[in-house]
């Protein structure tokens, strides 16, 4: 499938999926829910300067917190996929800057701190711990993170049940506070991890 037919098919997708979740009263997005979280938690409270890895064409996630943040970076590693990406976010252009770079290497070696690092990393990609669920680069998550920030990855949902395990690998890895950890359903397979650390983002 070319990049142009898999563009199209994630739009229909995304704009079917929002319209159903509407009809049925289900008003909110699964991304909308974990900020709703965040805010009634009081670790959302204001914009944030964020990261997205794997960003894709933006159609899923990116689309219900953008408006929420500040700045935005924009890693997607297809330079075919990332014209799209552009396109799709023609409104926000002066708040996101796109790059066709491999994100996981990026992490690992900027200097940049953000408030709130998204990791929407691919189902397939054979990057996960097979104990705990967690993805290698982890700890560099954790390292482009401010000391208030929020992080979320994408883990696999068959480890939703190990939630001790996971915690204390979080632990183990941050190198700042942890005061939050919670999970938030995607799909049948994939869950969102969401780990704040300090007091979250409380920018005003």
Not at 67 to 75: C, E, G, I, K, M
Not at 124 to 137: C, H, I, M, T
Request: aromatic share 12%.
């Amino acid at each position: 499938m070319n990049t142009k037919m898999l563009y199209l098919r994630e739009k229909i997708k995304t704009n079917m999926i929002r319209f159903a979740s509407n009809k049925m009263g289900r008003l909110h997005t699964n991304m909308q829910e974990v900020l709703m979280t965040l805010h009634q938690l009081g670790f959302w409270n204001g914009h944030a300067d964020a990261l997205e890895m794997f960003g894709m064409f933006g159609l899923w996630h990116t689309k219900d917190y953008v408006d929420h943040v500040s700045h935005l970076d924009f890693f997607e590693l297809d330079s075919d996929i990332i014209k799209y990406a552009k396109e799709e976010f023609k409104k926000e252009s002066g708040k996101i800057d796109f790059y066709n770079e491999d994100s996981i290497a990026y992490i690992h070696n900027t200097e940049k701190k953000y408030d709130l690092v998204v990791a929407d990393t691919p189902f397939g990609l054979d990057v996960y711990d097979k104990e705990n669920g967690l993805a290698s680069f982890t700890p560099d998550l954790f390292r482009v993170s401010k000391e208030n920030a929020v992080i979320v990855m994408n883990i696999h949902s068959e480890y939703l049940n190990k939630h001790k395990e996971i915690k204390n690998a979080i632990m183990n890895i941050s190198d700042k506070t942890v005061s939050e950890l919670f999970f938030a359903s995607r799909n049948e397979d994939v869950a969102y991890l969401v780990c704040v650390l300090g007091n979250g983002i409380d920018k005003t």
